[in-house]
């Protein structure tokens, strides 16, 4: 339970206090010496403490001070009050006796509420994605790469099965949950009128890949894993196939892209018995989905906007071409060419990246097995002898084509249609309307090193940016929603950390000041970052703001009983949602030795109508990469140059 090390300073020249240094002696000889298993420490992990109601009041109002006018948060101050000398003290009561009998008094009802109970399209609004390693380029063959990065993906599924993946460790002592490992390979988001489920089957021998429309069954276990070459024959097959997808086929997985409700309707009346049942079971059940694109991934730093139609392509396709309910869908560019100009002479190689679902679990985990597989194109030998395998086609009678469209019509009367073809474009227009706009910005100019060297958290000076350049854009402050993770405990998952300080705003204002000195703009700054550090120590020790008044909220729903406050609270838009990609996750990554073995991250839509989704990932000393995305139908939000 002792959380003293993480406030301590970091680096060369740092002290670190007696007290840390005898409880980090214990952790290491109670630890054992030998080789830790997946799940070795998770029987030893700590609760998730409930913070006392006092003090995550305190923090709120704090938290909302830059936000108000004094009228307003005078108000939300006797809203808090009412509610923390009256039905929160009930409120609190119950949820303690939560987190007494429950591993985590968070995660479930997270994953139940926040999740599987969202009605809407899973597309943009929930699922993110992540982008290759763009300054590497491993080979100019497609099917190639895919079977190299699929075989990487089912190493990885064998490490996790035996437990030999070896868990994360904080200062090579301090265990993170690895809870959710488990359901990273053989996943699916089962769809329900009012709350989907996650079905996780224990073993599967088979993947399945889309390709210009049609679904194709690959077989990728026979007695033990298929070598890369093995997998490559398949592959080529697939991309070989000169057949027309069946009536359909090809915009089938818009109904995972739609509204969940109807998705679940379809699914239960149409797909529940006879050979569409055992397809769609194949496709449920398989390993994870590939999707062979049709169009390549292009990465030039003279042409940005290339990179930004990655991010796009990545995150939702055209709308029917990932399979949104899986845990993830492997991404696989199409046949490159030699593009030959004036100046020089560009090959285009196969770039990759992945579609993840995000119920099953959080980002982190996700960066974890990508950058296994981003490392293994710089160590692993990928020739073998190649076998053949059978292929496997989706079927769709006359029969279900007729009872679609009519279900169809029974649940939206207004849209008439006897094409199946307009039924499925319709099925997704209800997520693709919410589509983005997209910037992903490569910076160069300097990273981390320098921060490092003005001894500021990198995480903390990047935030800090973010709010300046929010201001500037919007002219005025908004709430802005951080996720840190909570896996120090025991199936933890996220907490938010509120980078909207009374600090950062004071350093924002000094620097729209032209008569604030430099000192003074440093000086703030490097409060508002100590600020800012403090805070997501908070959210890690389990001391954040948001979980603990989502679940007081839930307990009041089962009790029927409303809070003025808990619903102004949760009624907030986040119009700044903001997330950094973790890296280094794995001890194979050695960038002194692969210098552009280093992905670009991933990205995600925005939480807001009106809001902005920011990723980023700290690549290298002097290397980040930012996702920005805001909803096309946004006036207020522009996260995308001229050019585009």
């Not at 010496?33 to 998730?48: D, I, V």
């Not at 488990?182 to 996650?198: A, L, Q, V």
């Not at 508002?528 to 403090?534: N, P």
Request: charged share 25%; hydrophobic share 35%.
């Amino acid at each position: 339970m002792y959380k003293g090390w993480l406030y301590e300073a970091r680096g060369k020249g740092a002290r670190i206090s007696v007290k840390t240094k005898v409880w980090l002696l214990l952790v290491r000889i109670l630890s054992g010496w030998n080789k830790p298993r997946l799940y070795s420490f998770q029987g030893s992990l700590p609760k998730l403490p409930l913070p006392s109601l006092h003090s995550t009041m305190t923090r709120y109002m704090r938290s909302v001070r830059p936000l108000l006018d004094d009228e307003n948060y005078d108000k939300m101050q006797k809203l808090a009050d009412d509610f923390q000398n009256g039905i929160g003290v009930k409120l609190q009561r119950y949820l303690l006796l939560k987190s007494w009998w429950s591993s985590n008094y968070v995660s479930d009802w997270w994953e139940e509420y926040v999740y599987l109970r969202g009605r809407s399209p899973l597309m943009i609004n929930s699922n993110f994605y992540g982008i290759d390693a763009i300054l590497m380029q491993p080979t100019k063959v497609q099917a190639a790469r895919a079977a190299a990065v699929i075989h990487s993906c089912l190493l990885y599924r064998r490490l996790v099965e035996r437990q030999e993946l070896e868990p994360i460790l904080l200062q090579n002592s301090v265990p993170l949950c690895s809870w959710q490992y488990e359901r990273i390979f053989n996943t699916t988001r089962i769809p329900g009128i009012e709350t989907d489920r996650i079905v996780h089957w224990p073993d599967s021998n088979h993947i399945v890949v889309y390709h210009k429309g049609k679904y194709f069954k690959v077989i990728i276990y026979r007695g033990r894993i298929l070598k890369p070459r093995e997998i490559q024959v398949q592959i080529q097959q697939v991309l070989d196939d000169k057949s027309e997808p069946l009536p359909g086929e090809e915009k089938l997985a818009a109904l995972t892209a739609g509204d969940r409700s109807h998705w679940a309707h379809v699914r239960r009346n149409l797909f529940n018995k006879g050979p569409n049942k055992v397809s769609l079971d194949t496709i449920e059940r398989a390993a994870f989905v590939v999707a062979l694109d049709d169009c390549p991934y292009l990465y030039d730093p003279k042409n940005p906007n290339q990179l930004d139609k990655c991010g796009k392509i990545l995150l939702h396709g055209k709308g029917y071409d990932r399979w949104f309910d899986k845990s993830f869908t492997l991404c696989v560019a199409s046949n490159g060419r030699v593009s030959i100009s004036k100046i020089n002479i560009r090959i285009l190689y196969y770039y990759v990246g992945f579609n993840a679902e995000h119920s099953w679990a959080d980002a982190a985990v996700m960066s974890h097995i990508w950058e296994c597989v981003v490392t293994d194109d710089t160590t692993t030998d990928r020739a073998d002898a190649a076998v053949l395998t059978h292929l496997w086609e989706f079927v769709i009678t006359d029969e279900i084509e007729h009872r679609l469209c009519d279900l169809y019509q029974y649940e939206k009367t207004a849209f008439k249609t006897d094409s199946l073809a307009d039924l499925l474009l319709y099925a997704y227009e209800s997520g693709y309307e919410l589509c983005t706009h997209l910037r992903i910005y490569v910076h160069d100019h300097y990273g981390k090193g320098f921060m490092k060297k003005c001894r500021i958290s990198p995480d903390a000076y990047i935030q800090m940016a973010l709010q300046l350049a929010y201001f500037r854009d919007a002219g005025k402050f908004s709430l802005t929603y951080e996720a840190s993770m909570t896996r120090l405990f025991r199936e933890g998952r996220t907490e938010t950390v509120r980078p909207c300080t009374i600090e950062s705003s004071a350093w924002v204002r000094a620097m729209e000041d032209k008569n604030a000195t430099i000192e003074d703009k440093i000086k703030l700054l490097r409060i508002a970052c100590e600020r800012h550090q403090k805070s997501y120590q908070d959210a890690m020790c389990g001391e954040g703001i948001d979980r603990h008044l989502f679940c007081l909220y839930v307990v009041g729903k089962y009790l029927e009983v409303n809070s003025p406050f808990l619903q102004k609270v949760l009624s907030e838009p986040w119009r700044l949602s903001t997330s950094q990609t973790p890296h280094g996750q794995t001890g194979r990554m050695d960038l002194n030795k692969y210098p552009n073995c280093i992905s670009a991250g991933g990205g995600f839509g925005p939480v807001a109508d009106d809001g902005y989704g920011v990723s980023y990932i700290i690549a290298g000393e002097d290397l980040l990469f930012f996702h920005i995305s805001n909803k096309k139908s946004s006036k207020e939000t522009v996260s995308i140059n001229s050019y585009i």
